[in-house]
């Protein structure tokens, strides 16, 4: 029988742990950078039809920000599986860690059986870093549909 904690869970739980921290970090910075371009265009005084363009260009960068990080963080774990021998080949790992991460599950591919626990908990990660964007990208929208209104754009 196979003891309960074991290297996959020794290597899964620090990279929930490390995984989270840089997606939060990077919030953190998207939102400080946010914070500063509406700066500028509230000194500016940009008004019209420019302000909702802007806003629009504001949710695709985010999008498309939290994409490129998602990869990053996939490629983490795809090291890793590369590293522990979990997987043979990069393409494979990366296929089976975005299959992970984003709980698509339908690669075909699997990790080598000792190192199955591993690819739940990254399943895991996967649920909590999509989670942690989809309220920071509502909470985006939230806080532009608020200025929009207050620079006279809406209802």
């Known amino acids: 029988m196979k003891p309960a904690w074991t290297a996959d869970w020794v290597w899964g739980l620090p ?9 939060v970090a990077a919030v953190i910075g998207i939102t400080m ?5 509406r700066t500028l265009v509230e000194r500016r005084g940009a ?13 695709g960068a985010v999008g498309l920000t939290l994409a ?15 590293l522990l021998g979990a997987i ?11 299959n992970a991460m984003t709980a698509y599950g339908s690669s075909g591919l699997d990790l080598q059986p000792h190192w199955k626990m591993m690819g ?3 399943a895991a990660n996967g649920l909590l870093l999509f989670g942690i964007s989809t309220a920071f990208l509502a909470t ?5 549909w608020t200025w929009l209104r207050k620079m006279g754009h809406g209802p």
């Open 140 to 144: 985006v929208i939230t806080e532009l």
């Open 33 to 37: 950078l946010l914070a500063r371009t």
């Open 88 to 98: 043979d080949n990069p393409a494979d790992a990366m296929l089976y860690s975005m």
């Open 15 to 23: 990279l929930i742990a490390l995984t989270t921290v840089i997606h």
């Open 68 to 82: 490129v990080l998602n990869g990053f963080e996939v490629s983490i774990r795809a090291g890793a599986y590369l």
């Open 120 to 122: 739940a908990l990254e």
């Open 47 to 59: 008004t019209g039809s420019s302000t909702a363009v802007l806003a629009i260009a504001f949710i």
